[in-house]
């Protein structure tokens, strides 16, 4: 099963940004993403991006934040602008190695969005 390490988490202001990162460790020909979850709150889709770069975006985010993946296909990053406190929460990347393995999980990095 491929590792998924995430990194760029932190403390911004409201109306700042973020850039997170997840790295691979073996090349990704699945989809991979970003979710994340809130204290007392479900883990909710946020982002995702297939191997040919079909995109998909919670409503919640549409026009703020901008999934990408490095060419060599290993690593998802995840633009985040116009942050606001609802945004607080720890962010999981999500991905597969192939259309039929299993997905699997980072361990989450902490974004916090306060002033």
């Known amino acids: 099963q491929p590792q998924l390490v995430e990194s760029g988490g932190g403390l911004v202001q409201p109306g700042g940004s973020l850039r997170l990162s997840c790295a691979a460790s073996?090349?990704?020909?699945?989809?991979m993403g970003w979710y994340r979850q809130a204290p007392g709150k479900q883990r909710e889709l946020v982002a995702t991006?297939?191997?040919?770069?079909?995109?998909n975006y919670a409503d919640s985010v549409q026009g703020r934040f901008t999934i990408s993946r490095g060419n060599a296909k290993n690593t998802v990053y995840l633009q985040m602008n116009s942050l606001k406190p609802e945004d607080t929460a720890v962010y999981y990347c999500n991905g597969r190695a192939t259309d039929t393995t299993a997905y699997v999980w980072g361990q989450g990095t902490q974004v916090t969005v306060s002033s």
């Open positions: 991006m297939t191997y040919h770069g079909y995109t």
């Open positions: 073996r090349t990704m020909f699945g989809d």
